[in-house]
């Protein structure tokens, strides 16, 4: 069976019941998850699927029906519930390690231990189901679909306040907000809950990295509908199952260099003069920032030791003007420079993708002139030549010693 990878796209927010109709619309079979349902031994429990509009596109909306219930279930309550159902044991294990994930996040917020939280939304039927479904798709595609690889976007939270049973929170709900902890999300001007706690430990639980849609085939894709049909966007998440072979993935990550034609024809073989770095790309299109504050975001990027920063004038959405600011970095440094630009910046979405460099190979020398020693830089091209660069501040203080124009002092240094 061929590896894949399952790319989760929470751009538009993430819940219990759009991974559900995803899942389904993906391909997962909806009788799996009603047999899962069936065996949770909760009476009146059920299943139904619908296709629905979302902001004029097509999705698949899955609900989980049920009298209304009082139950406030506790971890162990939970936890007999998985151990009775249905689930694959692999299933089960996951099941048990997500709702033991619940439990911290809900005992951090209320300073309680896991086994004393009184689960109350969470702890409801429907959002059990939603879990143990979730867990149960996941797990089938890892099975039946070679899925190795799960990747998330950063993850849309929305913004406002909800109702709780422990009264009125901001959003995101503090649960949400403490499981997403260390993971890159970003807040809208849409006054909805689009993040809950059960799409929030789903997502975290099996995404290994976040970040944009990775260089490879998309073989299909299910579209799951939230409950809501909100006039700024299409209420839906999108899960993509992709075919990294097909790209990129059949030669190692250090012997393969991928053109925009996609070819796999490598650079530069055994050539000691020139060295492959890999990096990344992180950037955004603002039109909503000013110079000054470009500024100081710039320095900022600098301290972070940010490889490269540049802006790029361009014309965005509703005729406006504006700029790219892209960052060239470390991948270890990566979401750093994520997380600075959402702090600094208006941005509400980065694009960030691999990159490689090749690098002459270069050193620092001190070359005898006219104009006395010169410090600067002497490197080897790839057939063997040499060429020597003066450092601009050398330049600019001959100029000034000498009053001779910058451009002509650093024509007659450079050599090859």
């Known amino acids: ?20 109709g995803a899942f389904v619309d993906l391909g997962v079979p909806f009788s799996l998850l009603q047999n899962i349902v069936a065996s949770l031994g909760i009476s009146g429990l059920t299943l139904t699927r619908q296709e629905v509009i979302r902001g004029a596109f097509r999705a698949c909306k899955v609900d989980v029906q049920l009298p209304h219930e009082h139950a406030h279930r506790h971890l162990a309550d939970i936890l007999t519930i998985i151990g009775r159902s249905s689930l ?12 033991q994930k619940l439990a911290a996040a809900e005992a951090h917020v209320h300073g309680k231990t896991p086994d004393e939280i009184h689960f109350h939304e969470v702890g409801a039927a429907d959002s059990i189901a939603d879990i143990l479904c979730g867990v149960a798709a996941f797990e089938w595609l890892k099975a039946n679909k070679g899925v190795s690889q799960i990747l998330a976007s950063p993850i849309a939270t929305g913004t406002g306040t909800l109702q709780m049973a422990h009264g009125l929170c901001s959003i995101p709900a503090p649960a949400t907000a403490e ?20 799409g929030a430990v789903l997502t975290t639980h099996y995404a290994t990295s976040y970040g944009s849609m990775p260089l490879a085939v998309v073989q299909t894709n299910g579209v799951g509908a939230g409950g809501r049909d909100l006039a700024e966007q299409a209420n839906v998440l999108t899960l993509f199952l992709m075919d990294p072979v097909a790209c990129h993935a059949q030669n190692s990550p250090d012997d393969a260099f991928s053109t925009p034609h996609g070819s796999q024809q490598p650079l530069f073989i055994d050539t000691p003069n020139v060295s492959k770095t890999p990096l990344c790309i992180v950037e955004t299109n603002l039109d909503d920032c000013d110079g000054e504050l470009v500024g100081f975001v710039w320095e900022r990027l600098t301290a972070l030791g940010a ?14 003007p504006g700029f790219l600011l892209g960052v ?33 190979k270069r050193s620092k020398e001190i070359i005898e002139t006219n104009f006395g020693p010169v410090e600067g830089k002497t490197v080897v091209l790839p057939d063997g030549k040499q060429r020597f660069k003066p450092e601009y501040e050398e330049l600019r203080r001959i100029a000034r010693e000498t009053g001779q124009p910058l451009l002509e002092i650093r024509t007659s240094l450079a050599r090859k």
């Open 1 to 20: 069976m061929k590896e894949a990878i399952l790319y989760i796209d929470a751009s538009h927010g993430v819940s219990g019941d759009m991974f559900l």
């Open 88 to 99: 694959s044991e692999p299933a089960k294990e996951q099941s048990s390690a997500v709702f």
């Open 179 to 198: 499981l997403l902890k260390g993971v890159p999300s970003f807040g809208t001007e849409i006054p909805f809950e689009l993040a809950t706690p059960t």
């Open 307 to 320: 490889r490269d920063i540049w802006t790029t004038p361009i014309m965005m959405k509703k005729q406006r």
């Open 328 to 360: 060239l970095c470390d991948p270890e440094n990566a979401e750093q420079v994520a997380r600075l630009l959402f702090e600094e910046t208006p941005a509400i979405g980065l694009r960030v993708r691999p990159t490689d460099r090749y690098e002459l």
